[in-house]
Antibody, heavy 120, light 108 residues
Framework: EVQLVQSGAEVKKPGESLKISCKGSGYSSSNYWIGWARQIPGKSLEWVGMIYAGDSETRYSPSFQGQVTISVDKSIKIAYLQWYSLRASDTAIYFC?????????????WGQGTLVTVSS | EIVMMQSPATVSVSPGETVTLSCRASQSISTSLAWYQQKPGQAPRLLIYTESTRATGVPSRFRGSGSGTEFTLTINSLQSEDFATYYCQHYYEWPGWTFGQGTKVEVK
C-alpha cells in the first residue's frame, strides 16, 4: 500500500527558514512525480510545484517560483518543500501528493498535510 | 492562466438522491480534468481523472463527463460518506494547473 507521511505542524516567525518533508512507502520505482499543494484553511487548493523523482526535474507555479524550493532524495523516498524566509502569507496547510507513474499528471496518493503557521 | 469555475458553491441533497456538480474552464482543456473529494481535516482524494476514468476504489456511483470547457461530476444515490467538498482541477498545461473553488455537498 502506497503511503505518504508528512512531517508535523510548524510554528515559525517571519523571516525564518523551514523545510518540511514527505516520506513515501509501499513503492519501489522512481518513475513518479511528487507534487506540493497549498490550502489556506477554508479555501481551495493551489499547486506549489512538483518534482520528478527519477531525475529531479522541478516545476514551479509562477506564484511560488523563487519563494520555495522543492527537492527529493529518491534513495530514501523523501521529498522536501523549503522556504528560506517565511512570510505571514505562507500560513497554510501543505499537502504532498504522488502520481501513479511518470506519465500521470494527476495525483492518486496524498499525504496527511502539514500545517505551517507563520506569526510574529 | 486557465480559470476553473465550479457551480454551485453549495448544494443541499438528501441521502439517496442524485446530484450533479459543474465545472467550467475559461478555455479548452480537452479532457485533462480531475475531480477530487475532500472531507474536513483530510487530504484530497482523487476520484476521477482524464475527465471520466474512476480512480482505484472509487464507487461506480461517481461519474465524470464532459470535454473542452464544460464538465460534470454526477453522484448517483448519494451515500452518507459522500457529503464533502468536491474540487475540479485541470492539468492541461504547465505552468498553471488550477483548481476550482469547490462545491460543498451538504445534507438537506
Amino acid at each position: 500500500e502506497v503511503q505518504l507521511v508528512q512531517s508535523g505542524a510548524e510554528v515559525k516567525k517571519p523571516g525564518e527558514s523551514l523545510k518540511i518533508s514527505c516520506k513515501g512507502s509501499g513503492y519501489s520505482s522512481s518513475n513518479y512525480w511528487i507534487g506540493w499543494a497549498r490550502q489556506i484553511p477554508g479555501k481551495s487548493l493551489e499547486w506549489v510545484g512538483m518534482i520528478y523523482a527519477g531525475d529531479s526535474e522541478t516545476r514551479y507555479s509562477p506564484s511560488f517560483q523563487g519563494q520555495v524550493t522543492i527537492s527529493v532524495d529518491k534513495s530514501i523516498k523523501i521529498a522536501y518543500l523549503q522556504w528560506y524566509s517565511l512570510r505571514a502569507s505562507d500560513t497554510a496547510i501543505y499537502f504532498c501528493a504522488k502520481s501513479q507513474d511518470s506519465n500521470s499528471l494527476y495525483y492518486h496518493y496524498w499525504g496527511q498535510g502539514t500545517l505551517v503557521t507563520v506569526s510574529s | 492562466e486557465i480559470v476553473m469555475m465550479q457551480s454551485p458553491a453549495t448544494v443541499s441533497v438528501s441521502p439517496g438522491e442524485t446530484v450533479t456538480l459543474s465545472c467550467r474552464a475559461s478555455q479548452s482543456i480537452s479532457t485533462s480534468l480531475a475531480w477530487y473529494q475532500q472531507k474536513p481535516g483530510q487530504a484530497p482524494r482523487l476520484l476521477i481523472y482524464t475527465e471520466s476514468t474512476r480512480a482505484t476504489g472509487v464507487p461506480s456511483r461517481f461519474r465524470g463527463s464532459g470535454s473542452g470547457t464544460e464538465f460534470t461530476l454526477t453522484i448517483n444515490s448519494l451515500q452518507s460518506e459522500d457529503f464533502a467538498t468536491y474540487y475540479c482541477q485541470h492539468y492541461y498545461e504547465w505552468p498553471g494547473w488550477t483548481f476550482g473553488q469547490g462545491t460543498k455537498v451538504e445534507v438537506k
